[in-house]
């Protein structure tokens, strides 16, 4: 069984940092492409990071580019998303996900094949 475990999220102000990680299990990780969405309260949940299986390909949505890192550490089977100049549009629930493949980009919900149960970040003003 496929879990995917968020953890790191929390309260900080503008312009403040957080690093959100993903432990997976259940799957061979290094076999898998991770991502990260968010879903922000009333609106539809977005892409916001890919990275392929070792590390080497990623992608950003515009809203975080050069703001937002993600990475990974097959060894610990896990994935992070470090956050930096967060912003209160930065609000939302931050999900894990993952697809069947390796390194085909995974950025729209319809590419998920596993889901995280999500971490709350919330960027007061």
């Known amino acids: 069984q496929v879990q995917l475990v968020e953890s790191g999220g929390g309260l900080v102000q503008a312009g403040g940092s957080l690093r959100l990680s993903c432990a997976a299990s259940g799957l061979t990780f290094r076999n898998n492409a991770m991502a990260w969405f968010r879903q922000a309260p009333a609106k539809e949940r977005e892409f916001v990071a890919f990275i392929n299986w070792s590390g080497g390909s990623t992608t950003y949505a515009d809203s975080v580019r050069g703001r937002f890192t993600i990475s990974r550490d097959n060894a610990k089977n896990t994935v992070y998303l470090q956050m930096n100049s967060l912003k209160p549009e930065d609000t939302a629930v931050y999900y894990c996900?993952?697809?069947?493949?390796?390194?085909?980009?995974?950025?729209?919900?319809?590419?998920?094949?596993?889901w995280g149960k999500g971490s709350l970040v919330t960027v007061s003003s």
């Open positions: 996900a993952t697809s069947r493949f390796s390194s085909r980009v995974i950025n729209t919900p319809d590419d998920v094949l596993y």
